[in-house]
């Protein structure tokens, strides 16, 4: 896994063409964002409608509109008519004739980040910086040896604990495992560690380690 030192976000009106072998990373500002439940299915619904707390619950409609808003861009189709199910182990995914496209999304309070690739399976994990009591502790629980030995090296730092984190949950999102789920190795996945803004530790992970995408970073203009 290795780090991006430099990452320029370009901003774009509309989802560019994805290029065979090109993997798309989106940041958009969950506040900003239109909630839009009419674009939602019914279970989508009810799960925003669920949220006690209002600011919650309009993040959460935010990140689902985003999703189909990007989706149906890419695919020619109207965000309500976004077809997606739940693939092994209860990973989202497209349905229907669009099952090529893969796409994973992560938000933290106001940020969110998606990517979305074809042919090629995909995770992605964002953390906004805040302290973490107990790092090598929650570390020790789930982390790998060499993992658990680098934070403990850095004197379980914070900035290290949160970039080793947002890369074991993007490896494990990749392949539709939970953080407590089967450890997904390097012989499975890759993975690039990177800033999203500040104060925001992000990472994606794609199931191809043989395979060094072209990525993109961008942003909707307006929405």
């Known amino acids: 896994m290795r780090h991006l030192t430099r990452v320029n976000w370009e901003s774009v009106e509309w989802p560019p063409a994805l290029a065979p072998g090109e993997l798309h ?33 309009q993040r959460s409609c935010a990140s ?42 992560s938000h933290s309070g106001d940020a969110a980040l998606y990517a979305v690739a074809r042919d090629l399976e995909v995770g992605i994990d964002i953390e906004r910086s805040r302290e973490i009591p107990n790092s090598l502790g929650i ?3 789930v982390m790998s040896d060499a993992e658990i030995d680098e934070l403990a090296s ?16 993007a490896r494990q999102k990749c392949l539709g495992e939970g953080v407590f789920g089967r450890r ?13 803004g500040e104060g925001l530790q992000a990472c994606v992970a794609w199931a191809d380690p043989g395979v060094d995408p072209g990525m993109r970073f961008l942003e909707l203009g307006s929405f």
Request: proline fraction near 6%.
């Open 139 to 141: 570390a020790r629980r």
């Open 154 to 169: 850095a004197g379980s730092d914070t900035a290290t604990f949160l970039r080793l984190w947002t890369c074991l949950e």
């Open 64 to 105: 689902r509109t985003l999703l189909r808003h990007l989706l149906s861009g890419y695919l020619s189709i109207p965000p309500w008519d976004v077809e997606l199910v739940r693939g092994e182990h209860g990973k989202p995914r497209l349905g229907g004739d669009h099952a090529s496209w893969t796409f994973n999304l």
């Open 184 to 196: 997904v190795g390097d012989a499975q996945v890759d993975a690039r560690s990177f800033t999203a």
């Open 25 to 57: 990373i989106w940041r958009c500002d969950l506040d900003r964002a239109p909630c839009h439940p009419q674009w939602l299915a019914p279970a989508e619904r009810q799960r925003q409608q669920a949220f006690r707390d209002r600011l919650a619950g």
